[in-house]
């Protein structure tokens, strides 16, 4: 998989609505105090149909509590996070009742997972539902530990990370709920903190104690861009990309050549406005699929609009942004293109109104 070959457009994507959340919260501008997004009617929009996502902040604007909601194919993930000093607590759960977060917070209790060989087994085929993971920051903000509870309080899996002098990962280890190692990553940089090579050591299953050994190597240009990428499987190659950039005052377009397959192909490219300060058009192609989504923008240079279209040039949906006084969005409609037969039972396009969005957001003084 080519994922890599996108990191560049991705990350200039995320910096716009091209994001699934309704709203990133590193884009809010000035001193927030709280957020909520909610799903609205769209043929009503002052009826709320769901919460999406709720945020409050403190004077540092560090997040206090944040709640989430996302829908995973047919499935529901609800999510509440709570900081207490320098550790993330995130309370999960496929539900359908925000309620029942609440009742897991309330409930969770860390157990000593040598009393859990004591504890009944029941058997079942039902996959567990609830989950609790903890995360504790360094006073950089960086991950030390990350450790995954079950609801019923027994540790699930545990993870180290050790940085260098220059604050990147250069080891994680995880540990399953009974202390035995079973996942080792260690990351090598060059001189420029580029990551060169990764290599990790995973555990087959608790029974065979042979792991799988995964290597990953990178190259990069004068100006650190990804060249090239290799991939080792116990230490058989298999898969090999080399990577490069053309382009021009306006445009910048991401090639990728398979080594093993010998085939090129065009990742993506990205089209430029106002002096390359402005996204304008990206033409993409991701696990073999064309699109191409243009942006609009007021003339304040806020975003207005952000379309897709497939590679007939056929529009799919187009999403329109309204915003406040400090450039955060408020308002997010999403417009689909469908066919349909009109009264003269002729076949013509029209654009429905999909979903809209609407963003609560309170400043502090």
Request: aromatic share 12%; net charge positive; glycine share 4%.
């Amino acid at each position: 998989m080519k994922k890599n070959a996108l990191y560049l457009i991705l990350f200039l994507l995320s910096q716009s609505a091209f994001s699934q959340k309704v709203l990133e919260p590193s884009q809010l501008k000035g001193k927030v105090k709280s957020y909520s997004s909610y799903e609205v009617s769209p043929d009503n929009p002052k009826q709320k149909l769901r919460l999406i996502d709720s945020v409050t902040y403190d004077k540092q604007q560090n997040i206090s509590t944040a709640f989430y909601f996302r829908r995973i194919g047919n499935k529901i993930q609800r999510e509440k996070h709570i900081h207490k000093g320098d550790t993330l607590i995130v309370y999960s759960c496929s539900c359908s009742q925000i309620t029942a977060l609440d009742q897991l917070e309330k409930d969770f209790k860390i157990q000593d997972n040598k009393t859990f060989q004591n504890q009944p087994q029941r058997y079942t085929t039902r996959q567990p539902t609830q989950f609790v993971d903890y995360t504790v920051f360094d006073k950089q903000k960086r991950v030390t530990l990350t450790i995954a509870y079950s609801a019923s309080g027994y540790k699930r899996k545990e993870t180290k990370y050790t940085y260098n002098h220059s604050g990147k990962v250069i080891q994680e280890e995880s540990r399953n709920g009974e202390g035995k190692l079973i996942q080792k990553i260690t990351n090598r940089y060059d001189q420029k903190g580029n990551l060169v090579e990764i290599n990790d050591s995973t555990l087959r299953s608790v029974n065979i104690p042979i792991p799988t050994i995964e290597k990953s190597t990178f190259q990069y240009d004068s100006k650190g861009r990804l060249m090239r990428e290799s991939r080792y499987r116990d230490f058989v190659l298999y898969a090999d990309y080399q990577y490069s950039i053309q382009e021009d005052k306006n445009s910048q377009s991401f090639i990728c050549l398979d080594k093993i397959s010998n085939t090129s192909s065009i990742d993506s490219t990205i089209y430029y406005g106002l002096n390359r300060t402005r996204l304008k058009k990206v033409k993409q192609n991701i696990e073999g699929i064309d699109e191409i989504i243009t942006f609009d923008y007021y003339s304040d240079g806020l975003l207005k609009t952000e379309s897709h279209f497939d590679k007939a040039d056929n529009l799919n949906s187009k999403t329109f942004f309204t915003s406040d006084k400090h450039n955060n969005p408020y308002r997010k409609q999403v417009y689909q293109t469908v066919m349909h037969y009109n009264s003269s039972n002729v076949l013509e396009k029209t654009e429905r109104k999909l979903s809209e969005y609407q963003i609560q957001i309170e400043y502090y003084r």
